[in-house]
């Protein structure tokens, strides 16, 4: 069965730069502004799922993070603190009321926190799932090194494994982000966030574990959420951890319309829906 899918065009550019970051707006007379950033690899339209869920008076900015897709050539000398400079920069000139609710998935939870705690100002709340800690601070030096690397080759097995082993998770093959390891290797700085790990921030934050593994490992750590909300906590109370038995990492993929359903709920203070339970 087909599912309804947001159409990506020609992106706009942050500061109107041939290089500037490259977004998307959907719901443009939307009030309520949500941030949505993607996972590593990928770029904004692996949220073309997500986004028909979202009704009208939810203003989307879909970016594509650097080194992604349209967003490929923006410059950064600093990887980590510089993406989340352009990202405030985008809020500030694109949002309603200059203050977005961020909603991120794998990278884009690293990112997303990374926001809330360099430019508190333009963060209302998060929504960070699939956050690992990658805390590599026991192994010497010489064995760090070649983290990356493993990484990297666990992430492309993976793509060999069947769809239907997955619940039919498919990504989307409308992005040309590179997948070479020299691209990956920056990527990586983007997430290792050395100068960040034990800062908290003030935005209410709910951390989702998408739990669903088995001989197929797509599942989320349940300590790593637990770790990032006790954090979270010491810079707001309102900050918990949920987690999905049903769902996978990629669960905007696997139910777009439950990932919709579940943002809107934390951003609006309601119940989440079935299925979520607190840990």
Same mark, same amino acid.
């Given at each position: 069965?087909?599912? %309804? ?5 020609? %992106?706009?550019?942050?500061g109107?730069? $041939? ?14 502004s949500? +941030?949505?950033l ?10 073309n ?15 594509? #993070? %650097? ?13 980590a603190k510089?993406?989340?400079? #352009? ?18 998935? =794998? ?7 990374? +926001?809330?705690v ?15 800690r ?8 010489? +064995? ?10 666990? $992430?492309?097995?993976?793509? +060999?494994?069947?769809?239907?082993w ?10 040309t982000?590179?997948?070479?390891f ?6 990586? $700085? ?7 790990k034990?800062?908290? *921030? ?12 088995? #001989?197929?490992?797509?599942?989320? =750590? ?24 049903k769902?996978r990492?990629?669960w905007?993929?696997?139910?777009? $319309? ?7 709920? *934390? ?10 339970? %607190?840990?």
């Amino acid at each position: 069965m087909s599912r %309804p899918k947001a159409q990506f065009s020609s %992106p706009s550019r942050l500061g109107g730069s $041939e290089n500037g970051l490259a977004y998307h707006i959907f719901n443009p007379s939307g009030t309520e502004s949500v +941030l949505l950033l993607h996972g590593a690899g990928t770029g904004a339209p692996e949220w073309n799922l997500v986004i028909p869920h979202f009704p009208q008076d939810y203003h989307l900015l879909v970016p594509d #993070l %650097p080194l992604h897709n349209d967003s490929k050539n923006v410059g950064l000398r600093n990887i980590a603190k510089d993406t989340s400079n #352009l990202l405030a920069r985008l809020v500030t000139g694109e949002s309603k009321g200059g203050q977005v609710h961020v909603v991120g998935l =794998s990278l884009g939870a690293h990112v997303g926190r990374r +926001l809330a705690v360099q430019h508190p100002a333009v963060v209302r709340s998060c929504l960070l799932s699939g956050y690992a800690r990658l805390d590599f601070d026991w192994m010497p030096l010489a +064995l760090r090194n070649y983290v990356p690397h493993l990484i990297y080759g666990v $992430e492309h097995l993976g793509l +060999l494994i069947p769809k239907s082993w997955m619940d039919n998770i498919e990504h989307t093959d409308q992005t040309t982000t590179s997948h070479a390891f020299a691209n990956f290797k920056k990527i990586w $700085e983007m997430v290792i966030d050395e100068d960040m790990k034990e800062k908290p *921030w003030g935005a209410r934050t709910l951390m989702v574990a998408a739990t669903k593994g088995g #001989l197929i490992p797509t599942n989320d =750590s349940v300590k790593d959420a637990q770790y990032l909300a006790e954090l979270g906590r010491k810079g707001n109370d309102d900050t918990s951890a949920v987690q999905n038995r049903k769902m996978r990492h990629a669960w905007n993929r696997q139910d777009p $319309e439950l990932f919709a359903e579940a943002a809107m709920c *934390w951003i609006e203070s309601t119940s989440l829906p079935a299925g979520f339970e %607190p840990i």
